[in-house]
């Protein structure tokens, strides 16, 4: 049901979007430090959102595909913290900033169903980093897969797994046939 909450924001936010976007690999639909002026859910490819680090390195904190908000935390934020780094042919709907606050201000639906999405978002960070508190590849699957109701992704899909629980393709693989052999 949670998932139908979020959807059903996703459509009234697709249907309120005042311009569509197309964005090629490689390239930044925002830098860090950018001020925000609109908000985005990505219709189909791939955005990452990365922040660059005091030491040089590169942390992704989201990765927005179909049907996903971009940034949720930057409608309340003058700037970026982040850069949006388009991972793959991609495909948006952008809401001015100021349009989307005045619907959040005006439309207690649109109000409600927003605040219902943030409520999902906070839920999946916070499984997130349960997951990532385990301690061995195989505690971090099973949190995966508990989270994924045990769904098993589809072929050619693992290596984002790893990314998701944090491990190397490698170490999820070794797990993956260490469990191949018990079962």
């Keep these: 049901m949670i998932s139908i909450m979020s959807e059903d924001f996703i459509e009234r936010f ?3 979007a005042e311009k569509r976007r197309t964005c090629d690999p490689g390239s930044l639909l925002f830098h860090q430090g950018d001020r925000v002026r609109a908000v985005f859910v990505v ?7 990365t922040r660059q680090q005091e030491d040089g390195t590169a942390i992704t904190l989201q ?4 049907h996903t908000v971009l940034a949720e935390a930057s409608v309340y934020s003058e700037a970026y913290h982040c850069a949006g780094l388009v991972g ?5 709907f952008e809401l001015p900033k100021t349009s989307f606050l005045a ?4 439309d207690a639906g649109f109000s409600s169903l927003w605040a219902k999405h943030l409520a999902r978002e906070v839920q999946s960070a916070r499984h997130r980093s349960e997951v990532l508190s385990r301690k061995t590849v195989g505690a971090r699957l099973d949190g995966w897969l508990a989270w994924h109701g045990s769904t098993v992704p589809a072929k050619g899909q693992w290596k984002t797994v790893a990314q998701q629980i944090g491990v190397s393709p490698e170490a999820l693989y070794r797990e993956l046939a260490k469990r ?3 079962l």
């Design 88 to 92: 793959a042919p991609t495909r948006l």
């Design 14 to 16: 697709i249907a309120l």
């Design 103 to 106: 619907y959040i201000q005006k």
């Design 43 to 49: 219709e189909e490819g791939l955005v990452e959102l």
């Design 180 to 182: 191949r052999q018990i």
């Design 63 to 66: 990765r927005a595909t179909g």
